[in-house]
């Protein structure tokens, strides 16, 4: 079992950069795949992006591709999204999860993550 607690979110304008970062208890870190997901007001939640266990190989949604950056240290047990051209509608409720799985898949719905962390707030204004 894993623990995981989300920092980093916060207001910031449009266009500008935050990091968040999700730091997991335990000493199996990097037998999980390691996602992101967030969730905007009366909507469902959404993948952004996953890395493999050993950090090697990520994937991301459509519209995060080219902006946000997910990474890992497995000797810190922590897990990274550092975001870059922030919009407004990346607003919403950031969330760090981790799946038991051997591969890396190119998208993933939430029920495939067992463990998830408590959110974060990332609002961005116009």
């Known amino acids: 079992q894993v623990q995981l607690v989300e920092s980093g979110g916060g207001l910031v304008q449009a266009g500008g950069s935050l990091r968040l970062s999700c730091a997991a208890s335990?000493?199996?870190?990097?037998?999980?795949?390691m996602g992101w997901f967030r969730q905007a007001p009366g909507k469902e939640r959404e993948f952004i992006a996953a890395?493999?266990?050993?950090?090697?190989?990520?994937s991301y949604a459509d519209s995060v591709k080219g902006r946000f950056t997910i990474s890992r240290d497995n000797a810190l047990n922590t897990v990274y999204l550092q975001m870059n051209s922030l919009k407004p509608e990346d607003t919403a409720v950031y969330y760090c999860?981790?799946?038991?799985?051997?591969?890396?898949?190119?998208?993933?719905?939430?029920?495939?993550?067992?463990?998830w962390g408590q959110g974060t707030q990332v609002t961005v204004s116009s």
């Open positions: 999860a981790a799946a038991s799985s051997v591969y890396l898949s190119s998208s993933y719905r939430p029920n495939e993550f067992a463990y």
């Open positions: 335990g000493r199996t870190f990097s037998t999980y795949v």
């Open positions: 890395i493999s266990r050993s950090g090697g190989s990520t």
